[in-house]
């Protein structure tokens, strides 16, 4: 069974400043990991995924993302944080057919001038 | 490239109506669609998946008679909620594939906030 987990269901942070938005999953095959991002009354949009390859992923409007097997992990960060990227994130891990996909809880990032 | 249009983006219906959402790929060709749906404060939950011109497959729990998916064309899928309830109000948002092209990712609809009084 595959689930994730993202810690926080709200994050604020100042402009300028490191974005960090958890995700931890599980899963019983090698998994392929997505961050979504929503924008108010939008559809959800890719930022980045891993399927395989090189573990540290970079997306669109400067986010990246790192999978590290051991920890089970696929954190979102972006070394400054700009008003534009207030939203509600979402990470989601698919199994290896693509069919299937898990989401998160979701983080709302709230960014402050 | 890769818009999917769904609509309505808001319904609010009397309780025992059927409310139907459609969800379009506008500029691709999509094999397959997923119908989603979000609770508030909850995780986004695959409900189906149709292929177009067959059967919908249903996640364990997801009544079929209740939630009508149709996916008669390359471009549509519907999902109709046949007598519906106040526990069916929800955000329910569709994705849709072009299949294996994965430079796409999964592409989302706007999602559709039912209500139902």
């Known amino acids: 069974a595959q689930s994730v987990t993202q810690l926080g269901s709200h994050v604020s942070v100042s402009e300028g400043a490191l974005v960090l938005l958890r995700c931890n999953y599980s899963?019983?095959?090698?998994?392929?990991l997505f961050w979504y991002v929503q924008y108010p009354n939008q559809g959800l949009q890719l930022l980045l995924k891993?399927?395989?390859?090189?573990?540290l992923v970079k997306g669109i409007n400067g986010f990246e993302a790192e999978f590290k097997k051991s920890e089970t992990s696929f954190h979102l960060t972006k070394p400054s944080a700009h008003m534009s990227d207030a939203a509600e994130y979402f990470c989601?891990?698919?199994?290896?057919?693509?069919?299937?996909?898990?989401f998160g809880s979701g983080t709302k990032l709230n960014v402050k001038p | 490239g890769a818009v999917v249009s769904q609509h309505p983006s808001r319904v609010i219906c009397k309780s025992g109506t059927s409310v139907k959402i459609e969800c379009r790929s506008l500029d691709f060709q999509a094999t397959t669609m997923f119908w989603y749906r979000q609770f508030p404060k909850q995780s986004l939950m695959l409900m189906a998946t149709?292929?177009?011109?067959?059967?919908?497959?249903?996640e364990q729990g997801v009544e079929k008679d209740k939630f009508l998916i149709n996916h008669a064309s390359l471009t549509l899928s519907t999902l109709t909620v046949t007598s519906a309830h106040p526990e069916d109000s929800s955000f329910y948002i569709c994705s849709a594939s072009p299949g294996w092209n994965f430079d796409y990712g999964y592409t989302f609809g706007s999602g559709t906030r039912l209500t139902v009084v």
């Open positions: 149709s292929n177009e011109g067959s059967k919908a497959t249903y």
């Open positions: 989601a891990v698919s199994e290896n057919n693509f069919n299937k996909f898990y």
């Open positions: 899963s019983s095959v090698p998994p392929y």
């Open positions: 891993y399927t395989t390859g090189a573990t």
